[in-house]
């Protein structure tokens, strides 16, 4: 086994120096780091558990293991035991299991990917003391865990200022996941974004309760589209491809309609195409960058070298290159007054002169300014 532990007894160093210097060290033939700083030849390898939406849910999980398949590239690793890996889990009954399962294959570094997880990535960490993990958006407070969250409300800002641009009905549809921190940020922020550009624009608020469920999102989307909404921005995982489904069909039934959805974590706008006649349209204006990618990677460097922020929280926002949002959708209109708009509120948000709120309590504050 090659646990890496943050530290070694004292009496334990100094007995082994007399054993080696007594009998001879062998040469070390391994390469990596171990120890988090005590450099060997071995490769400092890492693995994440995602959640049940899947490693492939086109958003959150697979950016996650996008950071760790470039962490990989940048070490010279390859899938596997040996250099990065992911457990997939069906339902929140795997978690624990899943996580403990990668501690005993002794990976360096475990993350546990996203919020539903903080209860199991708590419980294994201190059942696993020699071990390291990482939970991405919560907080365990246990000194072998690193915390990593996001100003998720700040790219949400953004994107709410480019729905309040592109909208011609001004009504906006909202599609959250489930109620919980992360999504009350993306929700606080988007309203705030629109309420910027214009506070009388209406926001239609509707939770799918799961992040799982592509066909409660395609239900949902389908109310609010009906209902006069042109333009809906999903915070729902896996859930938010029913909006895109929803989207493509009723373009395809009416390509007059201007009919909008706005992705989020990863740029899915592959997501959005649609065919007419022949002929590719999109309807996916742009999304909200949260870039869990470049957080797994940056972490797992940091930790390869040393540098393992246990019992710490990193928070990656717009001048982290934590969040962001994608590249405008050609096929909107006023695309370049779009680009200036969110360009004048990014710089605003950088400079601390806009501060995107990341609660409902925020963001009745904000919205009373």
């Known amino acids: 086994m090659k646990k890496r532990k943050f530290g070694l007894a004292m009496s334990l160093v100094l007995a082994a120096g007399t054993i080696l210097g007594a009998c001879g060290a062998k040469e070390d033939t391994k390469e990596g780091t171990k120890g988090f700083g005590e450099k060997t030849e071995e490769a400092f390898t890492v693995a994440m558990v995602t959640d049940v939406g899947g490693v492939d849910d086109k958003s959150f999980n697979q950016s996650a293991w996008e950071g760790l398949q470039a962490y990989g590239a940048d070490k010279g690793l390859e899938k596997g035991g040996k250099g990065f890996d992911y457990l997939q889990s069906q339902s929140d009954a795997d978690y624990a299991t899943n996580l403990n399962t990668l501690a005993r294959q002794d990976f360096d570094l475990i993350f546990g990917i996203g919020f539903l997880m903080q209860a199991a990535v708590d419980e294994i960490a201190q059942q696993q003391k020699d071990s390291h993990f990482a939970i991405v958006d919560a907080v365990v407070e246990q000194p072998n865990t690193a915390s990593i969250l996001f100003k998720e409300q700040e790219a949400a800002f953004l994107a709410g200022v480019t729905a309040a641009m592109a909208t011609e009905t001004d009504k906006i549809g909202f599609l959250g996941g489930m109620k919980i921190p992360v999504i009350e940020r993306f929700e606080s922020g988007f309203r705030a974004g629109v309420h910027s550009v214009n506070p009388d624009i209406k926001v239609d608020v509707q939770y799918a309760e799961a992040f799982d469920k592509a066909e409660a999102g395609k239900a949902i989307a389908s109310k609010m589209y009906s209902s006069g909404v042109d333009v809906i921005f999903h915070a729902a995982g896996g859930t938010g491809n029913g909006l895109f489904t929803e989207a493509k069909d009723l373009k395809k039934k009416n390509p007059e309609k201007k009919i909008w959805?706005?992705?989020?974590?990863?740029?899915?706008?592959?997501?959005?195409?649609?065919?007419?006649?022949?002929?590719?349209?999109?309807?996916?204006?742009?999304?909200?960058?949260?870039?869990?990618?470049?957080?797994?990677?940056?972490?797992?460097?940091?930790?390869?070298?040393?540098?393992?922020?246990?019992?710490?929280?990193?928070?990656?926002?717009?001048?982290?290159?934590?969040?962001?949002?994608?590249?405008?959708?050609?096929?909107?209109?006023?695309?370049?007054?779009?680009?200036?708009?969110?360009?004048?509120?990014?710089?605003?948000?950088?400079?601390?002169?806009?501060?995107?709120?990341?609660?409902?309590?925020?963001?009745?504050?904000?919205?009373?300014?």
């Not at 204006?285 to 869990?292: E, H, Q, W």
């Open 261 to 369: 959805a706005i992705g989020v974590d990863s740029d899915q706008t592959a997501e959005g195409v649609v065919e007419i006649d022949g002929k590719e349209h999109n309807v996916i204006i742009t999304s909200a960058l949260k870039r869990v990618d470049n957080a797994v990677k940056d972490l797992s460097l940091k930790a390869s070298e040393g540098n393992f922020p246990g019992g710490e929280v990193t928070t990656y926002g717009l001048a982290e290159d934590g969040v962001g949002l994608a590249e405008i959708n050609a096929e909107v209109a006023n695309k370049a007054e779009i680009e200036a708009k969110v360009k004048e509120f990014q710089e605003k948000l950088k400079s601390g002169e806009i501060v995107a709120p990341g609660t409902f309590k925020e963001l009745e504050a904000f919205m009373a300014k």
